[in-house]
């Protein structure tokens, strides 16, 4: 069972893509291209990439992007309830986890035994798991008024 996400933040600024994805987004939503055989989810995906993020700087094949939703004052989503496929599925979109990359202090990393987190990492936890007391008794193994620990 995942913890959900932190909303640190890392995997929205920037945004980071294969420059092929980025470029066929873009040319798909211009054309309209997808709209007979691609998913609904595939179409609101490559429309929101063409939409919403600017292109920020390239390398090595990937291409990184701001995303006009993300407030980096706030370090949050201003669309976080209404976020397309390619955001609410990450990183895992309905499969299992498996060991990834990923950022370091990204709160999903959790959901991998600690052997197959990349190594250095310090995972986050969600606010949503700190702020339930049965959560922190359960991770914790304590009461909250229980100093003595």
Known sequence: MSLGCAR???????VALDFSVWQWAV???????????ASAEHRADRMFIAASLRPVSAEGGVIYLACRFYDREHMACRAYEDRPPMCSGYPWYGRDPEPYRGYGQCSYQLDL?????????RPLIPLTVVSRPSAWRAACGRSLGDSTR
């Open 8 to 14: 640190c933040g890392a995997c929205c600024d920037p």
């Open 113 to 121: 035994p600690p052997s197959q987190r990349p190594e250095g990492s």
């Open 27 to 37: 040319t798909d939503a211009r054309t309209h291209a997808s709209e007979d055989f």
